[in-house]
């Protein structure tokens, strides 16, 4: 039996009707079992097309059709391919679907002449049978009338990749110095998950939100916190807010809101499957399998890269894994993050001393224009954030990897203190690992992350083999390390004179 010590008891103890533990099934055992001389790497034809796979079943939020169909998928894979261990971990998520709603309005006094402007209900807003109120342009909180709809017009955040090179990242790869000029939009406003929770504490009993983004629409999927908020809210597209806008111009505007979603709970699952390696300790590969929509980036393509490693160490010889490896596919990352609580919660001690490293992928990105208020990709990769532990090693090996592989556009990412001074943990499917095991966290930011546009020609094909490369390199490397002797290494940013990585300039 492979899985021993805590991870043992961790398993078993969650272990249901579902789980296979195909190292116990002597029918498991098949000739894929056997490894080969020379392992080979899913080329990138396997490894988009497995992409193109999970992306076409539909929209796979957490509880819908599709991404039950990617718990699947993914454990019937890893023991095709002779994991072992191969289980489905029940997580308790929050399911949720849009299923009607209008925006009608008129100006105060004529209901005449009511008409309905083009809405989108937000996530986790509150139903509403024929909520009315006076609509209030709200450009602060001062502005909000108690009782009222408040109107606000909400951006997403740019971010200036020089300032992030120079103020946070604490080494980058950008051979072409584009981050001396380049601008991100972050597919995040100020306010993260928080859009309309200001306005609704100060008061307002509905929320109209005018996506003020650089496309025009207004699919959103934000926020997915998995709280239900109080009082209802609807998003406009750009040219729908201008509409509205001129309207109120011109007087008091009146209006209804109709929402109707399904909010109920579900379970989902963390998919696991393992490898036995030559030391007792483990390397944990993960990412997390739901999406808003189709979510070709986020997270097919994650989901792809961790199937891409399984397939590659599976042909390994047991005594040439440097460690046992766990792969991971959480659940419910569009639900508050469940998955990964989950993991957390269920794993702490085993995560704590067993885990060497935990190297979470998501979204190999291409870099989105917009061409007629429409998302279009570039041939550009979004950059690349590494958020890593302040463990010299573990940031050695990262920028050896990302050298090796010309991951251009990368920056090595604190893993606290950012985006907000007082974050704990980084925004990304990994962020509660980084308080128990040493974390290398891939993941790119594109503006289109929460948007129905993530298909699959945003996805950064030719990244696919680099990356997977790179984290082969990552594995290899970790041969030999423990996980006490990576933790004992652990620094406090600026508490110290810290050199840069080895490979602070690639070798140049
Ligand atoms: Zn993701």
Redesign the pocket.
Known sequence: MLIRHRMQAALLARATALTLACAAVAACAGPSQTPSATPVLPDTRTITAWIAEIEAQGIRRPGWAADDWTEQWAAAKFREWGLQDVLLDPIAVERHEEQHWSLTVWPVGAPEHATEIPSWPIPLSANADHLEGELVLSPTLDDVKPGSIAVVEYPLMVMDQKTLRDDVARWHHDPDNEFETLQQVLPMGERFQKVMDPEIAAGAIGYIGILDFPWDDNRYYVPYDAKPRSAPGLYLSRSAGDRLLAMMRDGPVHARIEHHSERRRATSHNVLAALPGRSDEWIMIG??HD?PWHSAV??AS?VALVMAQARYWAQVPESQRPHNLLFLLNGG?MSGGAGLHHMVDSRREFLQSDVVAAIHL??AALEATVVDGRLVPTDKPEPRWWFTSYIPQLEDIVATAVCKQDLRRSLMMPPYGWPRPQAKHPPT?AAYFFSTTPVVSL?AAPMYLFDPADRMNMVDVQALEPISRAVIDMVVALDGVSAAELRAAEYLPGSEDRRPPDAQDCGA
């Open positions: 990412s997390h999406g986020e997270d994650g990352h998501e979204h499917d993941l």
